[in-house]
Nanobody, 127 residues
Framework: QVQLVESGGGSVQAGGSLSLSCAAS????????KAWFRQAPGKEREFVAAISWSGGNTYYADSVKGRFTISGDNAKNTVYLQMNKLKPEDTAVYYCAARPSTNSRSDYYKGYEYNYWGQGTQVTVSS
């Protein structure tokens, strides 16, 4: 079993930065692919970023590419999301997710492929 706990959300003005963390319990977390998804009010959950278990591959939604960076520290069982140049449309609840490692690039983008989810952390960006 893997349990995920996000932290670091908050409120910022447009153009600002926030850093999210996701701490995991469970010995196998280091071998898992990890991702961040988000869900805005009235909208479906959407993919934000993902990282392979080794950290060697990262994937981003077009809407955040160049502004967000996902990284991981397997020694600390933690995955991070650095968010820069935030926009009001980035406002959402952000969720950390994890799944067993996969060789399929497309699997990283699909929420239903992830087995474990955190409780979410609110990010609010004001204009």
């Amino acid at each position: 079993q893997v349990q995920l706990v996000e932290s670091g959300g908050g409120s910022v003005q447009a153009g600002g930065s926030l850093s999210l963390s996701c701490a995991a319990s469970g010995r196998t977390f280091s071998t898992y692919a990890k991702a961040w998804f988000r869900q805005a009010p009235g909208k479906e959950r959407e993919f934000v970023a993902a990282i392979s278990w080794s950290g060697g591959n990262t994937y981003y939604a077009d809407s955040v590419k160049g502004r967000f960076t996902i990284s991981g520290d397997n020694a600390k069982n933690t995955v991070y999301l650095q968010m820069n140049k935030l926009k009001p449309e980035d406002t959402a609840v952000y969720y950390c997710a994890a799944r067993p490692s996969t060789n399929s690039r497309s699997d990283y983008y699909k929420g239903y492929e992830y087995n474990y989810w955190g409780q979410g952390t609110q990010v609010t960006v004001s204009s």
